[in-house]
């Protein structure tokens, strides 16, 4: 059943706490005839932000460059 999955309860989370940010590595792309919607097509329709995995880990790396790169500037 949906609502005891790990699916769910991240939503349910991500709905009481709004300052949350759910990482996934799933797409919006469709979902395969499944019953129920992908995690970033439930936090579209709900209004949760969201990351796809691949861009989480493109900006965390984009930043720790940065970072770095001007820490390096201060030498």
């Known amino acids: 059943m949906f609502i005891q999955s790990a699916d769910f309860k991240l939503i ?3 709905i ?4 949350c940010t759910i990482i996934t ?7 395969d005839n499944k019953l129920f919607k992908k995690i970033p097509k439930i936090c579209e329709v ?3 932000k969201w990351l796809n995995l691949t ?7 984009e930043l720790s460059f ?5 820490d390096r ?3």
């Open 12 to 14: 349910h989370y991500a």
């Open 16 to 19: 009481q706490n709004p300052q």
């Open 25 to 31: 590595e799933e797409s919006l792309a469709e979902n």
């Open 46 to 48: 709900k209004g949760i």
């Open 55 to 61: 861009k989480f880990v493109q900006e965390k790396l």
């Open 66 to 70: 940065n970072i770095t790169y001007k």
């Open 73 to 75: 500037l201060r030498f």
